[in-house]
């Protein structure tokens, strides 16, 4: 049985709907990942992933190639 992660990452380029939408449409698609919740005000990004999919750094990877960089 895969073991689910939660996490938040802060990601402070979110400030409109487009992006929510392209995070999520981008991030929803992977394999591995659960689910995907991007908040505009805290400019957040809360995901839920199998870690036997898909590993964190990949989707701070992916979120890195389309215009979104992840801050630790």
């Not at 991007?38 to 199998?50: G, Y």
């Amino acid at each position: 049985m895969a073991t689910e992660q939660e996490t938040v990452l802060s990601v402070p380029d979110i400030s409109c709907e487009h992006c929510v939408m392209t995070i999520n449409g981008t991030l929803s698609v992977l394999p591995g990942v659960e689910a995907v919740t991007t908040d505009i005000p805290t400019k957040t990004v809360r995901l839920r992933f199998d870690p036997s999919h898909i590993s964190l750094e990949k989707v701070e990877a992916v979120l890195d190639d389309i215009g979104y960089m992840v801050v630790k």
